[in-house]
Structure formats: C-alpha cells, structure tokens
C-alpha cells in the first residue's frame, strides 16, 4: 500500500527532456498528471505525468532507480552484499536472482553513485593528501593495472581513483613469456605513461581546490615526473617504501584504504576466482566503494581515542559535504540523468563504459 502512496504523492523533481528548461531541476509546478497505466508488478500502478512547457510525457518510473526493470527493489540488498566481500555469483544465488542481473544493477548503480557524487563534492580541500596506487589486474595476470587512489590525511575522504593499465613485468615462466609475446602481438602494448597521465590529472584536480597542503607519496618516479610537470598548489613530500606503515605513516589513510579493498571486494582478495573479468566492472566495484566509505559509513567501525567522531562521523562530514551518514535512498532515491551534469572526459568514459586499450569486449 505504501508504495501507491508513494506513487500518488511523487513530486516530479525535473522534465526528462534535456532540450526543456525544467530538465536542471525545478521548484515550479511544471507538469500535470496525465492518468494511470497499469502495470504488472508492484503496485500494479504507475503515475503519468505530462510536461507544461515541452509536452512531454513520463511517469513515476522515470525517476525510480529501476526504471524500465523487470525485477524491481533489489538494488539495496546487492550493493550491502557486494561491498562487504560477496562475489556476484555469491549475491546472485542468495537473492535467487541471475548473475548478470547483479552486474547490471551495479553498473546502474555506479553511475547513478557518480551522478550524486557531481552534486555533492568538497569544494575546497582543507588537509593533506595521500596518494598512491592500488596494484591489481583485470581477466588475468597478464593485464595488471593500478587504481590511482588520493586519500584524505584526516577525513579519510577518497578524492580520486583512475585507473591505468600496466604492461606485465617481472619474474615469468617460460610459458607465461610466450603467452605474454602473443598477447602483445594480438591486442598490442598498454599505454606505457597511463600512471604519469593519471597522476597529473589528480593532482591537477587537487591543486584547483586546495593551497599549501603537502601531497604525500611513495618515490615512484611517475609521481614525481608529474608533480614536476605542473605547477601546482600542492607540496610534494615522498615516503619510502620502507618507513613503517602504522597510523602515523602519512601514507597510513592510502594503506588502510587499500586494505579494505582487500577485506571487503571480494574480487581484490588474494588468489580469488572472482578476479575482476574487464576494466568497466573493476571501476564500477571501485566506484561504489568511494560512495560506500565517503558517505554510508563512518570513518572508523570502532572507537578511536585520538579522533573521537571516528566512529560516528562518515569522511563526507567530516569534509562539511553531508551533516549526517546517508542511506541508499538518500543517494539512490532519484534517478539522475547524465544529461543533467556537466561530466569531464574520464567520467563521460566511465559512463560509456569506454575503455579503448581493453583486451576484452565490454558491453555497455
Ligand atoms: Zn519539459
């Protein structure tokens, strides 16, 4: 019954129109309902509304998160399964759902979490940075890559994750250097400067919002090529590898974090059979992790004596963003449309699910 209610009382918040002026949003009383269809799941209704100014027609459904699904609602349960270290194939079987319908609520999810995330941004940085990357791999050990994450010092706010392939390197059998020549030969090299051109981008981002903050790294030398090649707002201070990493390692927030990308994506544990099978749906996981940590959860599960709001705050408070933890409707509730934000290169890509250096077909 809730949810007739909900459909009679559902304020259209803009024109799904993106050549209408109400398409940004609207306080205005732009539509006019437009009668019921029927539908055949819950609740059997579905509110039509039709646009004053441009005609148009929609419904409810046009700003549910399950617009145009067939098994509606299960969103909530596969983004909690999938961030605390489910696999899809996991989630899929205790849902009785399949397991591309769990995949494809999280690529829905990821950018919806994206499309709140444009609106609900630090606009000035206030603390220092860390900055490193997460090294993994896509469908297999010969496609190795490094999620470039900058996490803040204090709010533990994740500001940025990229991603760059890397080439394979290192110690390989004889079997793995054949395979490794073949595959080279087939699809080609990675690009070889993607972690000096994702570096410069993120602290080209960073720059534009902070002053006199230190970006702290480790000495890789594509980090420092890249502070290098700017001018920037930042300082730079690299840590060894070898200092200690405890809380009081600058780089601690950087560690932590990619602990718990280990701990809790099931794809990122070590060994596993879930391993991430293209570039789109490892960014997706990552993705929906950034919104997990920056506004669902607290900073810290347990109480910490030195920072007494860690278990309380989520980073996004502590940043002045949210004034409390959000929950999946606050962030999922409205169906946003990319037309409504003013997306740059790498997030269009991300929505497109464009990745022109993939070795394997990723639909979009
Ligand atoms: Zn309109």
Request: charge should be positive; proline fraction near 5%; include cysteine.
């Amino acid at each position: 019954m809730t949810q007739i209610a909900d459909q009679l009382q559902l304020i259209p918040p803009y024109c799904p129109n993106p050549n209408c002026l109400f398409h940004f949003g609207t306080k205005e009383h732009f539509y006019v309902k437009n009668g019921f269809i029927p539908t055949d799941k819950e609740p059997f209704l579905n509110q039509r509304f039709k646009c004053k100014r441009c005609k148009i027609q929609f419904s409810a459904n046009t700003f549910s998160l399950d617009f145009r699904k067939k098994i509606p609602l299960q969103s909530e349960k596969i983004l909690h399964y999938s961030m605390n270290g489910m696999s899809n194939n996991s989630v899929a079987r205790n849902l009785r759902v399949s397991e591309a319908l769990v995949r494809d609520r999280l690529k829905v999810m990821s950018r919806q979490s994206l499309f709140f995330e444009k609106n609900n941004s630090a606009k000035t940085i206030l603390e220092d940075i860390s900055y490193d990357g997460f090294e993994t791999f896509t469908h297999s050990q010969f496609s190795p890559c490094y999620i470039n994450t900058a996490v803040g010092r204090v709010s533990h706010f994740i500001y940025h994750n990229t991603f760059s392939p890397l080439n394979r390197k290192g110690r390989m059998t004889e079997d793995q250097k054949i395979k490794n020549k073949e595959l080279i030969l087939k699809h080609g090299l990675y690009p070889r400067d993607s972690v000096f051109e994702e570096s410069t981008y993120i602290m080209e981002e960073l720059s534009k919002k902070t002053k006199h903050k230190i970006l702290f790294t480790d000495e890789h030398r594509a980090y420092q090529k890249a502070y290098r090649s700017r001018s920037l707002n930042l300082c730079h201070v690299t840590i060894s590898s070898k200092t200690r990493r405890d809380p009081t390692n600058p780089l601690f927030p950087i560690n932590h974090l990619h602990m718990l990308y280990r701990h809790f994506l099931s794809s990122q544990r070590r060994e596993t059979i879930s391993f991430q099978k293209h570039e789109g749906a490892l960014l997706e996981k990552v993705q929906l992790m950034k919104i997990y940590r920056n506004f669902m959860n607290p900073k810290f599960v347990k109480k910490n004596k030195f920072d007494p709001h860690a278990h309380e705050w989520s980073p996004a408070m502590y940043l002045k963003i949210t004034e409390k933890i959000l929950n999946f409707e606050d962030i999922f509730g409205v169906r946003k449309l990319k037309t409504q934000l003013d997306l740059d290169q790498r997030e269009k890509d991300f929505v497109a699910r464009h990745y022109p250096y993939s070795r394997q077909v990723i639909a979009a």
